[in-house]
Protein backbone atom coordinates (compact mmCIF):
# COMPACT_ATOMS: atom_id res chain seq x y z
CA UNK A 1 0.00 0.00 0.00
CA UNK A 2 1.05 3.52 -0.92
CA UNK A 3 -0.12 6.86 0.11
CA UNK A 4 -3.16 4.84 1.30
CA UNK A 5 -3.90 3.09 -1.85
CA UNK A 6 -3.80 -0.58 -2.64
CA UNK A 7 -2.87 -1.15 -5.85
CA UNK A 8 -4.68 -3.96 -7.80
CA UNK A 9 -2.62 -5.23 -11.22
CA UNK A 10 -4.56 -5.69 -14.06
CA UNK A 11 -3.26 -8.43 -17.13
CA UNK A 12 -2.79 -6.09 -20.32
CA UNK A 13 -4.25 -8.84 -22.24
CA UNK A 14 -7.70 -9.24 -19.83
CA UNK A 15 -9.62 -6.11 -20.51
CA UNK A 16 -12.44 -7.62 -19.15
CA UNK A 17 -10.61 -7.12 -15.39
CA UNK A 18 -11.29 -3.87 -15.53
CA UNK A 19 -14.84 -3.44 -17.13
CA UNK A 20 -15.77 -0.13 -16.57
CA UNK A 21 -12.54 1.47 -18.39
CA UNK A 22 -13.03 -0.97 -21.25
CA UNK A 23 -16.60 0.37 -21.50
CA UNK A 24 -15.67 3.79 -21.67
CA UNK A 25 -12.84 3.24 -24.61
CA UNK A 26 -15.44 1.32 -26.27
CA UNK A 27 -17.52 4.58 -26.40
CA UNK A 28 -14.23 6.82 -27.40
CA UNK A 29 -13.40 4.59 -30.06
CA UNK A 30 -16.42 4.74 -31.12
CA UNK A 31 -16.78 8.58 -31.35
CA UNK A 32 -13.29 8.38 -32.93
CA UNK A 33 -14.71 6.02 -35.73
CA UNK A 34 -18.05 8.43 -36.55
CA UNK A 35 -15.46 11.37 -36.43
CA UNK A 36 -13.44 9.96 -38.69
CA UNK A 37 -16.54 8.82 -40.97
CA UNK A 38 -17.26 12.34 -41.13
CA UNK A 39 -14.20 13.81 -41.71
CA UNK A 40 -13.97 15.85 -38.39
CA UNK A 41 -11.41 16.40 -36.13
CA UNK A 42 -11.47 13.32 -33.28
CA UNK A 43 -10.55 15.79 -30.15
CA UNK A 44 -13.26 18.20 -31.22
CA UNK A 45 -15.85 15.13 -31.87
CA UNK A 46 -14.38 13.58 -28.10
CA UNK A 47 -15.60 17.05 -26.28
CA UNK A 48 -18.81 16.92 -27.32
CA UNK A 49 -19.13 13.36 -26.38
CA UNK A 50 -18.15 14.17 -23.45
CA UNK A 51 -20.29 16.76 -22.75
CA UNK A 52 -23.46 14.90 -23.54
CA UNK A 53 -22.33 12.07 -21.69
CA UNK A 54 -21.80 14.72 -18.32
CA UNK A 55 -25.58 16.43 -19.50
CA UNK A 56 -27.19 13.42 -20.28
CA UNK A 57 -29.55 11.77 -16.76
CA UNK A 58 -28.78 8.02 -16.60
CA UNK A 59 -31.47 5.70 -16.91
CA UNK A 60 -30.70 4.44 -13.38
CA UNK A 61 -30.12 7.51 -11.36
CA UNK A 62 -32.50 9.84 -13.09
CA UNK A 63 -29.76 12.72 -13.01
CA UNK A 64 -26.70 13.44 -15.06
CA UNK A 65 -23.03 12.36 -13.70
CA UNK A 66 -22.29 16.11 -13.08
CA UNK A 67 -25.23 16.68 -11.02
CA UNK A 68 -24.64 13.33 -9.12
CA UNK A 69 -21.31 14.69 -8.17
CA UNK A 70 -21.35 18.72 -8.33
CA UNK A 71 -25.12 18.87 -6.73
CA UNK A 72 -26.03 21.25 -9.72
CA UNK A 73 -27.22 21.21 -13.42
CA UNK A 74 -24.24 21.69 -15.82
CA UNK A 75 -24.11 24.87 -18.19
CA UNK A 76 -24.31 23.58 -21.97
CA UNK A 77 -25.00 25.64 -24.97
CA UNK A 78 -28.72 26.14 -24.67
CA UNK A 79 -30.26 29.19 -22.17
CA UNK A 80 -29.07 28.94 -18.61
CA UNK A 81 -31.23 30.68 -16.17
CA UNK A 82 -29.84 31.25 -12.50
CA UNK A 83 -31.54 29.24 -10.39
CA UNK A 84 -31.53 29.30 -6.30
CA UNK A 85 -30.17 26.07 -5.44
CA UNK A 86 -31.91 23.75 -2.45
CA UNK A 87 -29.55 21.98 -0.49
CA UNK A 88 -31.30 18.24 -1.67
CA UNK A 89 -30.07 16.26 1.65
CA UNK A 90 -31.63 13.21 0.08
CA UNK A 91 -29.88 13.28 -2.94
CA UNK A 92 -27.92 10.32 -2.51
CA UNK A 93 -30.64 8.49 -1.11
CA UNK A 94 -32.57 9.10 -4.23
CA UNK A 95 -30.20 8.27 -6.20
CA UNK A 96 -29.11 4.93 -4.36
CA UNK A 97 -33.37 4.47 -4.30
CA UNK A 98 -33.32 4.90 -8.12
CA UNK A 99 -30.42 3.02 -9.22
CA UNK A 100 -31.72 -0.15 -6.82
CA UNK A 101 -35.14 -0.10 -8.77
CA UNK A 102 -33.63 0.03 -12.46
CA UNK A 103 -31.43 -2.55 -11.36
CA UNK A 104 -34.26 -4.78 -9.70
CA UNK A 105 -35.92 -3.56 -13.76
CA UNK A 106 -32.93 -4.75 -15.85
CA UNK A 107 -32.93 -8.56 -13.39
CA UNK A 108 -36.32 -9.23 -13.97
CA UNK A 109 -36.15 -8.39 -17.65
CA UNK A 110 -33.53 -10.26 -17.40
CA UNK A 111 -34.85 -13.70 -16.66
CA UNK A 112 -37.76 -13.36 -18.29
CA UNK A 113 -37.03 -11.79 -22.04
CA UNK A 114 -38.47 -13.81 -24.81
CA UNK A 115 -36.19 -14.09 -27.66
CA UNK A 116 -37.78 -15.34 -31.36
CA UNK A 117 -36.16 -16.73 -34.68
CA UNK A 118 -35.83 -14.06 -36.89
CA UNK A 119 -38.41 -14.33 -39.85
CA UNK A 120 -35.69 -12.83 -42.71
CA UNK A 121 -37.22 -13.39 -45.83
CA UNK A 122 -35.94 -13.13 -49.87
CA UNK A 123 -35.32 -10.10 -50.92
CA UNK A 124 -34.89 -8.54 -47.10
CA UNK A 125 -32.19 -6.44 -46.61
CA UNK A 126 -30.32 -7.57 -43.89
CA UNK A 127 -26.76 -6.20 -42.52
CA UNK A 128 -24.07 -8.75 -41.83
CA UNK A 129 -21.25 -8.33 -39.42
CA UNK A 130 -18.19 -8.11 -39.93
CA UNK A 131 -14.93 -9.01 -38.28
CA UNK A 132 -12.93 -5.75 -37.30
CA UNK A 133 -9.39 -5.60 -39.52
CA UNK A 134 -8.25 -2.20 -37.53
CA UNK A 135 -9.65 0.39 -35.34
CA UNK A 136 -11.37 2.42 -37.97
CA UNK A 137 -13.52 -0.66 -39.40
CA UNK A 138 -17.22 -0.77 -39.15
CA UNK A 139 -19.17 -3.20 -37.16
CA UNK A 140 -21.20 -4.40 -40.04
CA UNK A 141 -20.80 -4.49 -43.74
CA UNK A 142 -23.31 -2.38 -45.91
CA UNK A 143 -26.65 -3.62 -46.57
CA UNK A 144 -27.47 -6.90 -48.67
CA UNK A 145 -30.74 -8.31 -50.08
CA UNK A 146 -30.65 -11.65 -49.18
CA UNK A 147 -31.13 -13.84 -51.70
CA UNK A 148 -31.38 -17.53 -50.85
CA UNK A 149 -31.95 -19.23 -47.33
CA UNK A 150 -31.28 -22.22 -46.32
CA UNK A 151 -31.89 -23.91 -42.43
CA UNK A 152 -28.89 -22.62 -40.82
CA UNK A 153 -27.23 -19.91 -42.86
CA UNK A 154 -28.47 -16.85 -44.91
CA UNK A 155 -26.79 -16.25 -48.44
CA UNK A 156 -25.80 -12.86 -49.47
CA UNK A 157 -26.34 -10.70 -52.67
CA UNK A 158 -25.22 -7.31 -53.37
CA UNK A 159 -27.04 -4.64 -52.62
Do not use: C
Not at 118 to 129: K, N, P, R, S, T
Amino acid sequence: MKNGFKHHRVTPGHPRANGEAEVFMKLINKTEQIANLQNKESATAIQEMLMGYRSTPHPATGISPYKALMNRPIRTKLGYIQRTITKNENLFEDINERDKQYKEKIKKYDENRNTQEHAFQIGDYVLLEQTKRDKWSTSYEPAFILSTKSMDHLYKQGG
